[in-house]
T-cell receptor, first 110, second 113 residues
Framework: GQSLEQPSEVTAVEGAIVQINCTYQ??????LSWYQQHDGGAPTFLSY????GLEETGRFSSFLSRSDSYGYLLLQELQMKDSASYFC???????????FGKGTTLSVSS | NAGVTQTPKFRVLKTGQSMTLLCAQD?????MYWYRQDPGMGLRLIHY???????AKGEVPDGYNVSRLKKQNFLLGLESAAPSQTSVYFC????????????FGPGTRLLVL
């Protein structure tokens, strides 16, 4: 099976940088994704890493190291609207099912 | 485009009752998924479909059945609801195997008494 571990909560202040880590166990997978979910809302796609290295999308970056079974989401220039839950997720080896971690709640204060 | 829609938005059931949750997408996506979300548990995959007429089990399929008779619709059925099935249910769709983004519906809140 597959499993993902991420911190349950992270706090930061506006303008800061925060890193949300994700470690995983799997026998094989396609890539690592990150989703954002605001309270009461639907999850929305943020980024995807198929290969090792850093992917940058505006203020958000995501990193994957397959040899370390580790990835992270980096959020820069934090804003209040970034307060949300962030989920890492593995696409299975068949490229079909997406399995999520339990999520990290980010609280951004002024 | 409406994207992914879910019906109903909220429902209260008594233990033992049955119901069907409907997910519809108007983006001609091949893949569709049903997840449940419980506090502290993240999103757990119930069943999924890789195309019309196909279904497969996810992480937590027990107590649920699904059908994908039409490409645009993915139905989730609870034959005999239990309090443990109280949850928020999210449907998602994905264009095809070459696309990584999953598009989620707004969710259905289900309370089983």
């Amino acid at each position: 099976g597959q499993s993902l571990e991420q911190p349950s909560e992270v706090t930061a202040v506006e303008g800061a940088i925060v890193q949300i880590n994700c470690t995983y166990q799997t026998s094989g997978f396609y890539g690592l994704s990150w989703y954002q979910q605001h309270d009461g809302g639907a999850p929305t796609f943020l980024s995807y890493n198929a290969l090792d290295g850093l992917e940058e999308t505006g203020r958000f970056s995501s990193f994957l190291s397959r040899s370390d079974s580790y990835g992270y989401l980096l959020l820069q220039e934090l804003q209040m609207k970034d307060s949300a839950s962030y989920f890492c997720a593995l696409r299975d080896q068949a490229g079909t099912a997406l399995i999520f971690g339990k999520g990290t709640t980010l609280s951004v204060s002024s | 485009n409406a994207g992914v829609t879910q019906t109903p938005k909220f429902r209260v059931l008594k233990t033992g009752q049955s119901m069907t949750l409907l997910c519809a997408q108007d983006m001609n996506h091949e893949y569709m998924y049903w997840y449940r979300q419980d506090p502290g548990m993240g999103l757990r995959l119930i069943h999924y479909s890789v195309g019309e007429g196909t279904t497969a089990k996810g992480e937590v399929p027990d107590g649920y059945n699904v059908s994908r008779l039409k490409k645009q619709n993915f139905l989730l059925g609870l034959e005999s609801a239990a309090p443990s099935q109280t949850s928020v249910y999210f449907c998602a769709s994905r264009p095809d195997r070459g696309s990584e983004t999953q598009y989620f519906g707004p969710g259905t809140r289900l309370l089983v008494l």
